[in-house]
């Protein structure tokens, strides 16, 4: 998503351990501008406006620009950082040079919508498989999220990939099945299905719970870095 944000960055010649120390007291940190066939730019930026960037609502496809003193502005991207492990600061960021004619592919976060029926009524579970989807557009058309209403989804229904509102450039990179959020039964529960019911012999009922009881329960999908 492109957003009205221009970052100042500073030229830098020196690199190193100490260069960034100095730079850390200042309140800066080291970074790179690059990308569209054009030469990188060691540069300096505030780890303040950075990180206002990253935890903003449309995060890493943040489109912004960066105005480097004397040598160019641009639109950019940040595409990869690295914090601090024990203090948790900015210490360093990539940034990529956007052309805004081209089409780039992105990873767009999906927030399930409302309380499925199959819930209340017929006592599911609501598990969200994919917590983000990857698309292919220009990048004035990024989404900042895909927002998708659950509300209608039944005990063994789902919504998958497909079911995404795409607008404007935007076409699904992932598989049109994948399964983004569905509705299952309820592990241990109550809840009886036909088949079930269908069942009559002891024995087989049995077996079955036991291989229930035994299976692993399904891991929710990702993470940024």
């Known amino acids: 998503m492109r957003k009205d944000i221009t970052i100042a960055a500073e030229p830098r010649s020196s690199r190193g351990k100490n260069e960034a120390r100095r730079l850390r007291v200042q309140q800066r940190i080291p970074a790179v501008v690059y990308g569209t066939g054009k030469d990188a730019v060691a540069v300096t930026v505030s780890p303040k406006e950075v990180n206002k960037i990253l935890h903003s609502g449309s995060g890493v496809n943040t489109i912004f620009n960066v105005d480097i003193s004397g040598v160019e502005s641009t639109p950019v991207m940040v595409v990869d950082w690295q914090h601090d492990p024990v203090k948790n600061n900015l210490l360093h960021v990539d940034m990529l040079r956007i052309d805004l004619n081209k089409r780039l592919r992105v990873k767009v976060p999906v927030h399930p919508l409302g309380d499925p029926k199959g819930v209340k009524a017929q006592g599911g579970l609501h598990e969200i498989v994919s917590r983000e989807i990857e698309i292919e557009c220009l990048p004035d058309d990024i989404p900042e999220k895909f927002d998708i209403d659950v509300t209608h989804l039944m005990l063994g229904d789902a919504l998958r990939a497909s079911d ?62």
């Open 164 to 225: 995404l509102p795409l607008t404007g450039s935007m076409k699904l990179v992932n598989a049109a099945d994948q399964v983004v959020s569905h509705v299952v039964a309820a592990r241990g529960g109550a809840e009886t299905t036909e088949e079930d019911a269908a069942k009559t012999a002891e024995p087989e009922v049995i077996k079955k719970g036991k291989k229930e009881d035994e299976a692993a329960p399904a891991a929710d999908a990702k993470k940024k870095k």
